[in-house]
């Protein structure tokens, strides 16, 4: 590896323009496979490096991208309809615009995320890329990004039945489940034994609307939440350095099996004998 290539043409990749809601779990997946398919290489000696915003919607591979869609119940003059998203806007049916999911407590955050991952069993996974259809699974809310009541509590329950049995309340929505898996595997990696670091890009995304991502990003980040791209090279190339053993042997050499000639220079320390 040329790693003053690399990192040449990591920072390339650092200067093209993306939105927010990438698939991070996708990514963290394609550098686990990587890195876990290297077998001549020790745990120790791999890296990886996630940089981003840490808003997403979305996860799985990116052949199988995955969300869980939101409906949300309205009214309009005097009719009730639904507006159903897969995306942030069905993230906003939970959770208002500028709310901090997580408190402040990504952990806590995300072991309460993990409990309702597991009830939910994949009950409300749809793919990402085909089309909402009335026959897909969906949790239901009658609250919209401003946080407000979009429809009465008594006319959504006619909707959705008396228990609200899939009331976006009581389940992980598309957020809550891809910031789980997204931690989940950048934990996994971290267990493997390699070198993992999380750098938040504020230049992108929109922290004011979604100010969790920057917490997500911190919390997989840990004690390291500072680092730099420069501090990241000078520990690759540091340990690069450790175990290794140079000869160094001045004015001598006896070994006539190598490609150096045999030759004994001997320093002495005297000038009247140069």
Partial sequence: MDLESDLSDISNKLEETTGSGTNIHAGLLEAKKMLDADTDVDSNRKYMVLISDGITYIFNSNEEPTSIITTQYFSDAQAILSSQSKTLTGHGMKYALGTDISNSNMADFLGKVAAM??????????????????????????????????????????????????????????????????????????????????????????????????????????????????????????????????????????????????????????????
Avoid at 137 to 145: D, G, I, V, Y
Avoid at 222 to 248: C, H, M, P, R
């Fill in 117 to 274: 991952v597991e009830n939910d069993n994949g009950g409300y996974f749809v793919n990402y890329n085909a089309s909402i259809s009335d026959q897909d699974p969906s949790l239901t809310s009658n609250r919209n990004e401003a946080g407000n009541i979009t429809l009465d509590r008594d006319k959504y329950l006619q909707q959705v039945g008396e228990n609200a049995e899939h009331d976006v309340d009581k389940h992980a929505n598309n957020v809550e489940t891809a910031l789980y898996y997204s931690a989940k595997t950048y934990d996994d990696m971290v267990s493997s034994g390699y070198h993992c670091y999380a750098v938040f890009d504020e230049d992108k995304g929109n922290q004011a609307s979604y100010p969790w991502g920057k917490v997500f990003m911190d919390y997989l980040a840990g004690e390291e939440n500072s680092v730099s791209f420069e501090n990241i090279q000078n520990d690759i190339f540091y340990f690069l350095d450790a175990g290794t053993q140079v000869k160094d042997v001045i004015g001598y050499n006896n070994e006539a099996n190598t490609n150096e000639p045999v030759y004994d220079f001997d320093f002495v320390n005297d000038a009247q004998k140069n």
